[in-house]
């Protein structure tokens, strides 16, 4: 038997830990529970190699050997362990190999210090045991075994009352309370416990509920309340010990969470997907109608009968280009850059890209919008060929036909949008517009407050006395050389013979510089030449 020695309370806190922790795989093998002494007879419990042996075959299914001296075998050399040793080298090297086996990492572990029942060694090779056993899915290259289940009981206990953000930061005065254990397992399960509820409880009532719970759930008592209260810094590894069950347990959870969320993810992006495709066919059906209704109204063969028609036709395009064509040409865009999204989102995330349904195709929108324009193209120059031809349907000679004052009546009548009898400023102007009278922001100015009453508004028999008057054919080349003569010589043009009211400086200044060598007298007739 090994020397006796004086235990610190903390390493017997641990060999009570380490014990149960053994005992409680052991067991669930069929190797007994009790194999493992507690106290000060942990240590002479390793030293003929069975313990280790059937410990690895418990944890890592590792065969026992064929040919090994079993422990009851040893029973006769309990009282001096030296009497057996020799017989204890086969089975400790026997230990050893399925230790290699197992692939576990132990810390300068020698048969000798087996069979010497050295305890640093022996609690070392349990503690080695253990974090390779427990918590080989918490760490990584860039972590240690206590920095990654740090790191997972911070993650999990994120967010309950009493515990800071990055907390707990050790394995020991961090837990004395009881919050970090009870949060563990009410994260974890559901309704058998209550950590709101229980948050104001005692320290010893926290850890019971939560010790309690997890042995309901498998977990043998590794630790007691009073262990946990009182813990030092050197009972970390026995803390440690306790939560790596926890999370051994509870990570397979966090498996199925995992699961579920990778699950939840791939239906929010497939939900996006489809709804991409969705709005895209949606918006691609909608403006493809829009189109198709456009170029069945621009495409219509009535006839052009008169120039308020024109007008009539060229104000509803220009309202059409600038309130209605220009937002769905924005729509083009917007249905483009979708598809394009679409498809890089689907690549980006590996997926196949997005076949539309026949003939939604998106080249099909350029050709759509082309043939819209065409047909756009086609019905201006319908409307510019009849106000050309309605020109030239004019007879200067005859003054002005009937049809042409009906087609000035009808003026007002279309652009008298509220049916009032009379044109406000705007609806004059459209109004003139539509039967060939273009005047410039000076010439309108002046003419309508010449013709509006106090109201500012032009009537009706005003609006058409100003066209009767404005398309009279009496003026001729002799007749005008006649008036410029009553003011002075038009052969021979003077600014100060020309500058007679209602003529203005600007009006004379005008005729001025149309003269040939002083005279006016080409300037006129060519005015009037055919």
């Not at 641990?14 to 005992?23: A, D, G, P, R, Y």
């Not at 305890?119 to 253990?130: E, Q, S």
């Not at 837990?175 to 409880?201: I, K, P, Q």
């Not at 032009?458 to 410029?484: H, Q």
Request: aromatic residues 10%; charged residues 30%.
């Amino acid at each position: 038997m090994a020397k006796a020695r004086d235990y610190q309370d903390w390493e017997l806190r641990q060999i009570k830990t380490f014990s149960k922790w053994c005992n409680m795989y052991l067991s669930k093998k069929g190797h007994g529970s009790d194999l493992i002494k507690d106290g000060e007879e942990f240590s002479g419990s390793w030293w003929e190699g069975v313990a280790i042996m059937k410990l690895m075959n418990a944890l890592y299914d590792v065969d026992m050997p064929k040919r090994f001296k079993e422990q009851k075998f040893f029973e006769k050399y309990a009282d001096d362990h030296s009497a057996g040793r020799i017989f204890a080298q086969n089975n400790v090297a026997l230990a050893m190999r399925m230790i290699k086996q197992a692939e576990v990492k132990t810390t300068n572990l020698k048969a000798i210090m087996i069979m010497d029942e050295d305890f640093k060694t022996l609690a070392g090779m349990v503690w080695n045991i253990i974090l390779d056993y427990n918590l080989k899915g918490v760490t990584d290259v860039d972590v240690t075994a206590k920095q990654g289940l740090l790191i997972w009981c911070q993650k999990k206990t994120r967010g309950y009352k009493g515990i800071d953000e990055d907390a707990p930061h050790n394995f020991w005065k961090d837990w004395s309370n009881g919050n970090a254990f009870l949060a563990l397992v009410d994260r974890h399960t559901t309704g058998l416990v209550d950590y709101d509820e229980s948050y104001d409880d005692s320290a010893a009532d926290k850890l019971e509920k939560a010790f309690a719970t997890c042995e309901d759930l498998g977990i043998t008592r590794l630790l007691d309340g009073e262990d946990v209260i009182n813990a030092q810094k050197q009972d970390e590894q026995s803390i440690m010990t306790y939560v790596s069950e926890l999370f051994k347990l509870f990570s397979k959870e966090d498996i199925k969470e995992n699961a579920a969320n990778h699950i939840a993810n791939f239906l929010k992006f497939q939900r996006r997907v489809d709804q991409l495709q969705t709005d895209y066919e949606a918006r691609y059906r909608e403006l493809e109608q829009w189109i198709n209704a456009k170029i069945e109204h621009y495409s219509s063969d009535d006839p052009i009968d008169s120039q308020s028609k024109c007008a009539e036709i060229s104000q509803e395009y220009k309202a059409y280009l600038c309130d209605e064509k220009c937002n769905k040409m924005v729509d083009v865009i917007d249905i483009q850059e979708m598809y394009s999204s679409l498809q890089g989102e689907l690549k980006s995330n590996g997926r196949p890209p997005y076949t539309p349904p026949e003939g939604l195709e998106v080249e099909n929108l350029n050709e759509m919008t082309n043939a819209l324009q065409e047909v756009e193209n086609q019905m201006m120059a319908k409307v510019n060929k009849a106000r050309i031809e309605f020109v030239d349907s004019i007879k200067v000679d005859e003054g002005l036909s009937d049809e042409r004052l009906k087609e000035f009546d009808h003026s007002f009548d279309v652009f008298d949008a509220d049916k009032s009898g009379h044109l406000n400023k705007d609806e004059f102007k459209a109004a003139l517009s539509a039967v060939g009278v273009s005047l410039n922001e000076g010439d309108l100015d002046h003419t309508f407050d010449q013709l509006a009453n106090e109201e500012q508004f032009v009537e009706r028999d005003v609006y058409l006395n100003y066209l009767k008057e404005f398309f009279s054919n009496s003026d001729d080349a002799e007749s005008i050389m006649k008036s410029l003569q009553v003011l002075g010589d038009p052969m021979n043009a003077s600014a100060d013979d020309l500058l007679y009211k209602p003529l203005t400086e600007d009006d004379v200044a005008y005729l001025m510089s149309k003269t040939e060598e002083g005279s006016l007298e080409a300037y006129i007739n060519q005015s009037f030449a055919n």
